[in-house]
């Protein structure tokens, strides 16, 4: 069963599948982390990525969005999910207009961080200082993420259309 040109393209159950996948999947990804010199980097991002990267804008905000509920209720801050639709809109945005992965992603993620340091510092109540070490950690891993899902993705999109 084929369903008509939902974010550009032809659905049937293996792209259902994918994109849900990638809406529902940076949850469980965002409970793992690593630390280097007291840095915390997070990867639920790659999942955001490859949304916008095979799907545009607006799967990328979906994704986001969605895949955010995880840490915005860990943290009690509500906040990330929008800071997250912005990144993953506007990362899949430029995507789509041919920029590059890594640049569209620092880009998406240059738009992000008012955001993101405003809400966690006014309205989050977190001390500024904190959020700065949030957004070098964001960064490193934000090129990560684009990096492996610019990499990935001809692979990925190869087994489900």
């Known amino acids: 069963m084929e369903y008509r040109h939902i974010f550009g ?3 049937d159950f293996k792209k259902a599948l994918l994109l849900i996948s990638l809406m529902v999947f940076p949850n469980f ?5 690593f630390q280097l010199y007291g840095i915390r980097f997070h990867f639920f991002q790659y999942l955001i990525f490859l949304a916008a990267i095979i799907y545009g804008p607006a799967a990328g905000m979906l994704s986001g969005g969605l895949g955010s509920l995880y840490t915005a209720i860990a ?3 509500p906040y990330i999910i929008v800071g997250n639709i912005i ?3 506007f990362a899949g945005y430029l995507m789509k207009r041919k920029v ?3 640049p569209a992603v620092l880009l998406a993620f240059a738009a992000q961080v008012p955001w993101l340091w405003a809400t966690d ?3 989050a109540g977190m001390p500024a200082a904190a959020v700065n070490s ?3 950690a964001l960064l490193a891993s934000n090129i990560i993420c684009a990096y492996l899902a610019n990499a990935s993705a001809g ?3 190869g087994l489900f259309f």
């Not at 990804?29 to 982390?33: E, R």
Request: aromatic share 12%; proline share 0%.
């Open 9 to 11: 393209t032809e659905f």
């Open 121 to 123: 510092v006014y309205l």
């Open 75 to 77: 943290l009690k801050n």
């Open 87 to 89: 990144l993953g809109g």
């Open 100 to 102: 590059n992965a890594v």
């Open 29 to 33: 990804l965002a409970m793992f982390h």
């Open 155 to 157: 692979k990925i999109k």
């Open 134 to 136: 949030i957004v070098v």
